[in-house]
Structure formats: C-alpha cells, structure tokens
C-alpha cells in the first residue's frame, strides 16, 4: 500500500478542519476595572501582563510579612509578589546606526510561535493612519521629551518610585504605534517597549533593595528548622538577596515573553484535538484491517515511550504537530505559563505530558505541623527528587525533539539543552538565571537534609556549581548599574550617532541613580548629559535644556548654557531662556557674562591705525556682537556687567571706525543705567562705587562723548556739503544745449539775487551753528575732565591689562583723527586763527595730547597749520592771525 496515498486522511477533511479553526471567535478575556475591580471584557492582550495573585495566607510569617510562596517563585508559572510589573530589555547589543539601527535588533514578538496571526490584529486602524505620515513613529513619540521631564521635576528623591511609574507610563502610552518592521515607527516602538520594560525591572530591584534595607531591623537570620521543602525554600528566598533578585531576573523576562505572545494558546488550533497522533492511530486501524505492510515503519504501539523504544517514527503529519505542539509548549515555558502548557496538552490528547511537567512543586505537608484535626491537602511532588533526574536524562537524549529536551532541561536546570533552543539574548539570561536559581536552592535542600537520594545522580557539574552570591548583599543590583555605565561608555564613543530616545533614557536612568547617592562614574554621568544636552540644542527643544544643564558641574554647566544661548538668536525667546535657567538654580550672570564675552571675543583682531583702509559696514558678526548685549539687560541687577561689556565691544568699533555699529550698542545701553547701579550700591549700604564701576561709568561718558563728536562732525559735513551749486554746461554740448544751460545760468543768477537773502543766508547761519556746535564736542573729547579721555579715574581697580592696552591705543587712535577733523572743519569755516590755537592745546603740558602723536602725525599737522598761517598773511595779518604792527 502507498504511504502517500492510502494513510493521510482526506484533504477535504483537513480542509474543514482548518475552515472550523480559521472561523473561531477568539475567546474574550476578563480584566479588572482599574476602578472599580469589575472585569472589563477585551479581546486585545493587555500592555501589562496581569499577574496571578497568591493568597494572602500564604505570605504570612512570623518574622517577615513579604516571603512569597516559594513555590510559585520557583514554578514557571508563578511570579514573586514584589514583582509587580514587567520590562522587557535593560540592554542590547544595539547597532547604533540611525539608518537601520532596528534591523538588526528587532525581532518578531510571536517568532517562538506557529500559527499566531491574531498578534497582528490589534490597533489595525492606528497603523494604517500612521503609516500614511513621513515619519509617525518619531512624530508620535517626540512629547517623550517634555514629559519625562515634567515627571522628573514633579517627583523628588522621596517619590522614587511614582517617579519610576511615570517613566515607565509615558514609555508605554507610545508603544501602541504599529508599522512594518523595516520602517522607523517599528525602530521607535521597539525601542520605547525596551524603554519600558527596563524601567519595570528598576522598579522591581530597587522595591527589593529597599524593603530589604527596612525589613534589616527586624529581621533575623535565625533558620528554623523544618520537614518542607516549600519552607526551606521560603527562608533561602527570605535571607538570600541575590537569589531573591535574581528570581525577579527571571519573572521579569518571563513576563517580557507573556507580553509578547499574549493569550495566544486559545488560538491555536492543532489537527489533533483530543485524540493523540490520530494520524498515526488511524494508520495503524487501516493496517489492521487491511493486513498489508507499509512501506514506511511506523510505531505498532502508542504509549508515549514508543517512538523512542521502538526506534520508529509516528505518522509524518503527527510528527509535525508534535514538533509544533513542543515549540510551542516551550514558548509557554519560557513565559512562565506552565499552567497553560498543561491545558494545552490536554487539549491536544497528550494528557500523560501534561503530568511530566507537574512535578518541580516543593512539597509542603501543613498536617505536620498545623495541629488542626481537619486534614489538609498536601501540596507538591513528594518524589521530586526522581521526577528531576528522569528530567535531566530526557534533556540529554539526542533522540528527542530539541523543543522537548529543553523543555525537560529547563524545569531541571539543564543549562546546554536550554541554550541550543535559545534565539534571542533575552532567552540567554532567561535560561542562566533560572539554572543558577535552581542550582542554589537544591544546594540548599541538600544542606538542609531535605534533598531526596535521587538528586545525587545529577551530574557532578550541576550539583557543584559555585555561584558567589555573599560578595555583597546588593550584588545584582550593583552589578547592573555597572552594565549600565559600562555600556554607555561604549555607545557614546560610537562613531555612529545614537537614536535620541536612547539618550533620553540613559540620561534618566543616570539621573535616577545619582539621585539614590548611588556610585557612579562621574565621565560617563557628564558625558551622557553632554550629549543629551547637545541634541535638545539641536532638536530646538528650548525649554528643557536648562534643567539638565543644571544637573552639570557648576563650571561645565556654566560652559555648556553659555553655548546654548549664543545659538537663541529669537529675542522673544531670551527671557524665557534665562527664566528657565534661573528655575533650575544656574547662575545667570555668570553664564550672560560669558556669552558677551564669548561672542565679542571671537575674531578678535589686534586694534587698527586709523590711516589704513578699513571697511567700516556693520557686517553680521557686527550685528551679533551689537545683539549679544542684550543678554545682561533682563536683570536690572547685571547692568554694571552690561556697561563693561558694552564698552569692551565699542572700543573695538572705535578701533575699527565702525562708528555706525558702537551708536548701535550705546543706544542698547539704558539711560538710566548709571543711576541703577548706584541706586543698587546704595541699597546696600555703600556710599562710594567700586572703582571698577566708577571707572566703566566713565569710560561710557568718554565713548558718549567721542560718538557726540562724531555725530556733529558728520552733520557738518553733510551740511557743508549741500551748498547751491551752479549749473555747468555738459562737455562737448551742442550749440542748442549751451544756450539751454546760458538760460539755466541766467535763472541762477536771478535766483541767486532774489534768494541769497534767505536761502543762503539760512545756510550759511546753520553752517556756523554747526559749525561752534562740532568745535565744542571735538573740544570735549580733547580736553576731556579730570585727567583725560579715556583715563582712568580710580588706579585702586583689579588691573586688567588688556583694557588698558586698549584705552591707550584708542587715545593714540582717536585723539589725532578728531584733531584733524577739527582742524579741517576751522580751515573750511575759514577760522584759522582758531585752527591756530588749536596748537596751543595740543602742546600744552596741562593735557599732554602732544603725547598720542606719532612723528608722522606732527609733521602733517603742522604743515595743515601752515596753510591757516598762509591764508592769515594772505588777509594782511600775520602768521598768528594779529594785525600787523606798522
């Protein structure tokens, strides 16, 4: 008889089959209101797992009123109450490539699973409306940012955990986006589910630190003696941090895996229902009946131990579903459902299966101790023992499916057969956790007397296993923290940029820990900050770089918000900025400082001589030192700063006659700012200013005094400038354009006649106004009170020699190119006797101006005198401007 053709069942009975399955309703699942406890009905998996509660009784002791029931701890479905919420990765081995960073990390949440396509059909709707934007993931998760700094502003060190909620509430509000694996909404998702389930694991070891740490007063480690393993147990749990947390390891990726598949095992439909290898049964029926051979051996028998007696293989079909059955039997497993496992396999006919994977419960007789004549029901394998070696010897038989020999090695602490099944780093941990776990509480067991005689065949190697956990109480506490550092250093010296939600949590969770008093690597703490500090200054997220600066060194905070603000170039943002700042306690004068010094020091070039050719336009780096002073004009409190530094930029626009670019700045300097900082000295107490002060007062008053000058030279010459003209002919006009412009001139004569009473006269007279006007403010620069422009007042100061190189070069640079303009503007009005006396004043010992003179400089000026002593004997008088003495 052919195999192919006379043993399969019908393909129409297989189709129906899978038509029954592919039309079943998924079954709804109750879930406590958060309101009211009520069950809400939902046919979408919960973003939480909901963990299976213990009653109450059996936490219960007389020392410690939180030893949970060491069973379920130790049990695949169970959980330790302390665990209340689950993460699902603290780290991974990320490529941090933005480009397709998630690539080579993301992996299918249901990949351990077969015939699982109901996981695709939550938030379907959402999916498709996002999908349709450029960029849903980032758009949708970029209120990430704000948020988990409100949530750290909101709760202080007190409020730790609220604080670890709030993080791990936001991370998962935004892990509903849905989208194709290779598109950056399933980068983000997968990176913020991390996020999340990182945060739960946090919450779960530090809540086991502190209740430790509160729990240290009352707690003794007194080990009473007792006849259950389930108690033995208990006390191991109660005084072994690193066992208790490492179990929480363990139900935190369980709990990552039952978030991932979901209720998954009511969908899952198996062509086998309740009958075991029916296929193979049916078979066998039809060979009874039939009496032919076949070609292919098959089993003659069905117990469960058949195939392997027998050395024969089940029907192909039943080989298949039993291959899937134990991968996903696994999946069960390894998500901490065991229960589940078991309905399963009853199910599916394979009840006796469901037996094998009853037996890793401790036994616990609460007769023997509990004095109560009622009889209680005992709990547990009292044969554990030999249950756990049978275990061990199915996960080393090569034979078997390797899904099923991890099963059995996994709830017997067979560390090889677990890991040759393992896809992911999250099963690596999972599978070392939980043998380590297992090890360390059979050693106990042994210690105890408790272990049954059948432990001693496990292999040597299992039983003698050596797992250091007294280093240190808090050891796995610590040592993640360390992970944790350790793998920051090494992302940020990435050459490749880091996704900034990554940022976002490493700096939190630094945060988090630094606010434990927690030791930690302080490079590796600024050096993430610096980097998170640095993308909100790129990403424009203005309002919460001051707050993280502030968590900087002092000095480097200073440094780093000084940067930021020479990039807030929007005047509606400055106050805001320094608001800001000031909420999250930096200095502020400091930092203003700093970035006037900053920017009006950049491109700074030595001072130049005045009669070289310069190009005197305010150029945009003109304009944002002119703008950068606006920074110490907030707070009325930094305006002696701002007069420092606002004369610093204008000596170098003097230097430079940009004349345009210092009016600029004098005009950003208040009027009344010499009378606040007097007022502010006077509110203190103190009568008489500092010297700097006094001094920048009036190193102001003298750049006042030099712009006044300027300004009324410029309208002098502007003025001088506009004087009627006479028309003049064009060259080579022709005949009938000269009698036009004979005309044009005979009209300007007549004008002439008529206006020059008025019009010219009216010119004249402003020439001369102007004229006494730009004579008296070149006078007031020259002639400058008490001691001279640009000289100090108070030599008590703190030196600064750069300013004083710079007000000596501006007497030498300024003090002759206003002499000369005065003398130009005397000699133009025709003063040149004036012009003369002007010498008197230069010479002079009482000023010294002769002093700012070079050679080069005297020689010119002299001979400019000369031309005034010419046009004097010109007039008859003689050289000084005096009448001639007959």
């Known amino acids: 008889m052919d195999w192919g053709q006379s043993e399969l ?10 038509t029954i399955a592919a039309r079943r309703r998924r079954k709804k699942v109750a879930f406590p209101s958060p309101s009211n406890g009520s069950p809400v009905v939902s046919t979408v998996t919960p973003a939480r797992s909901l963990l299976r509660t213990t009653p109450a009784s059996l936490f219960r002791q007389a020392v410690t009123p939180r030893v949970p029931d060491v069973s379920s701890i130790l049990g695949p479905g169970g959980r330790t109450p302390r665990y209340t919420h689950t993460p699902r990765n603290a780290l991974s081995s990320l490529n941090l490539d933005d480009s397709d960073w998630t690539n080579s990390v993301y992996t299918s949440p249901v990949s351990g699973l077969e015939n699982t396509s109901f996981f695709t059909e939550d938030i379907t709707n959402l999916s498709s409306a996002l999908l349709k934007e450029d960029d849903p993931g980032e758009a ?23 604080l670890l909620e709030d993080y791990q509430a936001v991370c998962q509000d935004k892990v509903v986006l849905r989208a194709g694996q290779n598109s950056k909404t399933a980068g983000v998702r997968w990176l913020l589910q991390q996020e999340s389930n990182t945060w739960r694991l946090i919450t779960s070891l530090y809540r086991d630190r502190v209740q430790l740490a509160l729990e240290d007063d009352i707690m003794t480690d007194m080990i009473v003696p007792s006849e259950s393993e389930k108690v033995v147990v208990e006390q191991l749990f109660q005084r072994d941090a690193v066992i208790r947390q490492s179990q929480l390891v363990v139900d935190w990726l369980e709990c990552i895996a039952k978030d991932q598949i979901g209720d998954f095992s009511d969908n899952i439909e198996y062509y ?18 039939s009496g032919a051979a076949f070609t292919v051996p098959l089993v003659t028998e069905l117990d469960p131990d058949a195939p392997l007696r027998q050395q024969r293989p089940l029907a192909d079909l039943d080989r298949e579903d039993d291959a899937r059955l134990l991968k996903n039997l696994f999946t069960l497993i390894r998500a901490g459902m065991t229960e589940e496992a078991q309905r399963l396999c009853k199910r599916c006919g394979q009840a006796w299966r469901a037996a094998t994977l009853e037996g890793w419960k401790l036994y616990h007789d609460s007769n023997m101790t509990s004095g109560s004549l009622e009889l209680q029901p005992v709990e547990g ?93 808090n050891s796995l506490w610590a040592q993640i923290i360390c992970i944790f550092t350790d793998e920051f250093s090494d992302w940020l010296t990435s050459s490749k940029p880091l996704p900034s939600h990554l940022l976002r949590f490493m700096s939190h969770l630094l945060l988090f820990f630094r606010s434990l008093g927690l030791a930690l690597k302080e490079e590796v703490c600024v050096d993430v900050l610096k980097a998170y500090v640095s993308f909100l200054i790129r990403d424009e997220q203005t309002d919460l770089v001051a707050s993280y600066v502030g968590q900087l060194p002092a000095e480097l905070a200073t440094a780093q918000y000084a940067a930021f603000l020479e990039t807030v170039t929007q005047a509606e943002l400055r106050p805001r900025c320094l608001q800001l700042a000031t909420e999250a306690g930096l200095d502020i004068a400091t930092i203003t400082k700093l970035v006037v010094e900053t920017v009006r020091e950049r491109d700074d070039a030595e001072f130049t001589h005045h009669n070289q050719t310069l190009e005197t336009g305010t150029t945009k780096e003109d304009q944002r030192k002119i703008d950068v002073i606006d920074w110490l004009l907030f707070d009325p409190a930094h305006r002696a700063e701002a007069l420092k530094q606002s004369n610093a930029i204008m000596r170098k626009f003097l230097a430079l006659q940009k004349h ?34 006094e001094n920048a007062i009036r190193e102001h008053l003298c750049i006042r005094a030099y712009l006044e000058a300027h300004e009324a030279f410029t309208d002098w010459f502007s003025h001088s400038s506009s004087a009627p003209q006479k028309p003049t002919p064009a060259p080579e006009a022709k005949f009938t354009e000269r009698v036009a412009n004979e005309m044009r001139e005979k009209d300007f004569n007549e004008l002439c006649v008529f206006v020059c009473q008025t019009s010219l006269s009216a010119w004249s007279c402003r020439l001369d106004a102007l004229t006494e006007d730009v004579k008296e403010r070149i006078y007031n620069v020259l002639l400058f009170v008490d001691g001279g422009w640009m000289v100090d007042n108070r030599q008590d100061s703190e030196q600064d020699s750069e300013r004083s190189h710079q007000m000596g070069a501006l007497r030498s640079l300024c003090l002759p190119r206003l002499s000369f303009l005065l003398l130009s503007v005397l000699q133009n009005s025709s003063r040149h006797q004036e012009a003369l006396r002007l010498a008197d004043i230069i010479s002079s010992d009482q000023h010294r101006l002769y002093q700012v003179f070079s050679k080069e400089e005297l020689r010119r000026f002299l001979q400019k005198l000369r031309e005034s002593s010419l046009a004097l004997l010109d007039r008859g008088l003689d050289p000084l401007g005096y009448e001639l003495q007959p």
Not at 9 to 18: N, Q
Not at 141 to 154: D, G, H, Q, V, Y
Not at 673 to 690: D, F, R, V
């Open 660 to 693: 345009n670019a210092a009016k600029a700045v004098f005009s950003k300097v208040p009027e009344d700012s010499m009378k606040e900082i007097c007022c502010q000295w006077a509110g203190i107490g103190q009568t008489t200013l500092p010297a700097e002060d």
């Open 272 to 289: 086998a229902k309740n009958v075991c290898w029916e296929n193979t049964l049916h078979a066998l029926k039809m060979r009874r009946k």
């Open 9 to 18: 069942p019908s393909p129409v009975v297989r189709d129906d089959e899978v």
């Open 381 to 473: 394998n009292p044969q554990r023992g030999v249950w756990k070696a049978c275990c061990w010897r199915m996960a080393e038989e090569e034979q078997l499916n390797r899904y099923e020999r991890a099963i059995y090695a996994s709830l017997s602490g067979n560390l090889k057969p677990v890991l040759a099944v393992c896809e992911s780093w999250e099963d690596c941990v999972w599978a070392h956790f939980r043998v380590m776990v297992d090890s360390l509480v059979e050693k106990d067991l042994m210690s105890s007397g408790m272990a049954h005689q059948e432990v001693e065949t496990l292999p040597r190697e299992y039983l003698e296993a050596k797992y250091d956990t007294h280093t240190h109480r």
């Open 140 to 162: 949708a998760a970029a209120s990430l940012f704000p948020e988990f700094l409100a949530s750290f502003l909101k709760h202080s060190s007190s409020a730790v955990f609220e």
